[in-house]
């Protein structure tokens, strides 16, 4: 089963190709361009919502704005596209939320492992709870914060053998996210983090240079990472969502019907996103078996010991990340307590 077998799972998503088509803008030349960077690969769930999302906006403009969408990296890694995007270089990106963190550094309380036990929990507390409380932290840093998407929940592949304690790592070069909270939960479990921008892993695969890595399977299947392992664990140890995210001083200068279209549009699909990405689930786990990789779920028991080994992580984000940063962590604790059942 090959990469273009992986994403006609888009069909699971629900959505329909003919509404992709770039809508053509009304009157010639578009009063405002967006050049939106991220390193979703094209034909991959991801790029169906942005081409979806370009649609919705440039049809409901009346072609007003025009989105150019620069997708697989194009324009640089997560970490860079997000620094041109704080300095106007490109109008809005579209990355993951260790990479947004890079500059909004409470962002992190996200991405603390074993934090949400399930991708519902998790939309509950970002949707009611952290997005009102992350918008002025965005702006403070010159972003504004836009819309979710759906990275999903982070799990092990390794060379050698399947992870199933943190034992299995001590001593692993694990390639990391260049994020605090990643590398120091690999740390916590006796790893030797490796912090490597998202576009050059497959390379430091191929040569050795790490042993492994921790992705959501669907951008490791889409990335290609997972042709360099044998073993992947399902250890779901990070949920990672994605946003979207405008330079401030750019989106500040639209004017207001066009601020709230960009908003709106984004958060009218961010939930028909994350539902397709998570129903694909078990279809990317037979992909991987399909490509020669073996395939373990950790058991509730040996989830428990990663998730006792992951405290240390929590206690240094508090001690690290500020009073602010404690109080997003306490007030997520807060919401998971009302989480519907």
């Known amino acids: 089963m090959n990469r273009a077998r992986t994403f006609t799972l888009l069909g699971a998503l629900g959505l329909c190709a003919a509404l992709w088509a770039a809508a053509p803008a009304e009157g010639g030349t578009p009063e405002f361009v967006m050049k939106l960077a991220t390193v979703a690969p094209a034909d991959s769930p991801w790029s169906a919502l942005l081409e979806k999302y370009k649609t919705e906006v440039e049809t409901k403009s009346a072609g007003r704005i025009q989105i150019k969408?620069?997708?697989?990296?194009?324009?640089?890694?997560?970490?860079?596209?997000?620094?041109?995007?704080?300095?106007?270089?490109?109008?809005?990106?579209?990355?993951?939320t260790g990479a947004l963190a890079s500059i909004v550094p409470e962002?992190?309380?996200?991405?603390?492992?074993?934090?949400?036990?399930?991708?519902?929990?998790?939309?509950?507390?970002?949707?009611?709870?952290?997005?009102?409380?992350?918008?002025?932290?965005?702006?403070?840093?010159?972003?504004?914060?836009?819309?979710?998407?759906?990275?999903g929940f982070r799990h092990f592949g390794t060379k050698d053998k399947f992870v199933k304690s943190p034992a299995d790592l001590k001593g692993?070069?694990?390639?990391?996210?260049?994020?605090?909270?990643?590398?120091?939960?690999?740390?916590?479990?006796?790893?030797?983090?490796?912090?490597?921008?998202?576009?050059?892993?497959?390379?430091?695969?191929?040569?050795?240079?790490?042993?492994?890595?921790?992705?959501?399977?669907?951008?490791?299947?889409?990335?290609?990472?997972?042709?360099?392992i044998k073993f992947f664990t399902v250890s779901g140890h990070i949920y990672?969502?994605?946003?979207?995210?405008?330079?401030?001083?750019?989106?500040?200068?639209?004017?207001?019907?066009?601020?709230?279209?960009?908003?709106?549009?984004?958060?009218?699909?961010?939930?028909k996103g994350r539902k397709g990405v998570r129903k694909i689930f078990p279809d990317l786990l037979e992909i991987l078996k399909a490509d020669g990789v073996a395939v373990y779920e950790l058991t509730p028991a040996e989830r428990a010991v990663f998730e006792t080994a992951s405290k240390p992580v929590w206690v240094e984000f508090r001690k690290t990340g500020g009073k602010v940063a404690s109080g997003l962590l306490d007030d997520s604790l807060a919401a998971l307590k009302s989480v519907p059942k």
């Open 107 to 151: 962002l992190n309380v996200v991405e603390l492992p074993f934090l949400f036990p399930t991708g519902e929990a998790a939309d509950h507390v970002i949707d009611t709870v952290l997005t009102a409380k992350l918008d002025p932290l965005f702006k403070e840093r010159g972003l504004v914060l836009g819309f979710w998407s759906e990275n």
């Open 172 to 228: 692993k070069k694990m390639r990391s996210q260049e994020s605090p909270v990643h590398m120091s939960m690999y740390r916590a479990f006796g790893a030797s983090p490796v912090p490597i921008p998202t576009t050059e892993v497959p390379t430091a695969l191929a040569t050795g240079s790490v042993d492994g890595f921790d992705q959501s399977a669907l951008y490791a299947i889409a990335a290609s990472w997972h042709k360099s």
């Open 240 to 271: 990672q969502p994605a946003a979207i995210a405008f330079n401030k001083e750019w989106f500040e200068k639209l004017p207001k019907d066009l601020q709230t279209l960009l908003i709106a549009e984004g958060r009218a699909i961010q939930g």
């Open 69 to 96: 969408l620069k997708l697989g990296g194009a324009l640089g890694d997560e970490n860079e596209t997000v620094l041109k995007c704080k300095r106007g270089t490109v109008e809005a990106v579209g990355a993951s």
